[in-house]
Antibody, heavy 121, light 109 residues
């Protein structure tokens, strides 16, 4: 059974940093691209970032480019999102999701339960 | 960037009725690279449909997707109590960022 379990969320002040983790199990983690998608309170889904399986190529939404960094540790089956210079508008539930597709055309077949990040003074 | 507009924002129906949800793209979505997700309160999204019309594993056949180009539809043939939720479409026709529609809430009338 595929499982994705996020952790690392919490309450931080503007300008602070936070590192999210997503522990994966039930599939060959090294062979799947992964993404982060967020959802602000009461709002819709917003794509954040992707890392591919084999080359670890990354992509970021403009809203987080230069502040967030996605990475993966295949030895620990874990996906990360390093978030720096956090802003109030980054407040959201952050979901990790498994990519399906090829050639940078991906949808998401499994999602974690999410971790809440709140940026407030 | 392809923008997706879903309509209606809210759909009020009774169990047993048919639900028709629309997702319109700002430009053509090539090869029907469109997915639909269901999200219940406090839960993660769940994949329903990919490739505009293919049901994901374990999804009941009362859910169906159709459409091409710029106009796509999710149909729930007969609403079950567990189907009342928010539904999102997502395109993946181009390199990222892949965008989501703003969602349609299917609520109990």
């Amino acid at each position: 059974e595929v499982q994705l379990l996020e952790s690392g969320g919490g309450l931080v002040q503007p300008g602070a940093s936070l590192r999210l983790s997503c522990a994966a199990s039930g599939f060959t983690f090294s062979s799947k691209g992964m993404s982060w998608v967020r959802q602000a309170p009461g709002k819709g889904l917003e794509y954040v970032s992707t890392i591919t399986a084999t080359t670890a190529t990354t992509f970021y939404a403009d809203s987080v480019k230069g502040r967030f960094a996605i990475s993966r540790d295949t030895s620990k089956n874990t996906l990360f999102l390093q978030m720096n210079s956090l802003r109030a508008e980054d407040t959201a539930v952050y979901y990790c999701a498994r990519n399906v597709g090829s050639n940078w055309k991906y949808y998401f077949d499994y999602w974690g339960q999410g971790t809440l990040v709140t940026v407030s003074s | 960037e392809i923008l997706l507009t879903q309509s209606p924002v809210t759909l009020s129906l009774s169990a047993g009725e048919r639900a028709t949800l629309s997702c319109r793209a700002s430009q053509s979505v090539s090869s029907s690279y469109l997915a639909w997700y269901q999200q219940k309160p406090g839960q993660a999204p769940r994949l329903l449909i990919y490739g505009a019309s293919s049901r994901a594993t374990g999804i009941p056949d009362r859910f169906s997707g159709s459409g091409s180009g710029t106009d796509f539809t999710l149909t729930i043939s007969r609403l079950e109590p567990e189907d009342f939720a928010v539904y999102y479409c997502q395109h993946y026709a181009t390199s990222p960022p892949w965008t989501f529609g703003q969602g349609t809430k299917v609520e109990i009338k």
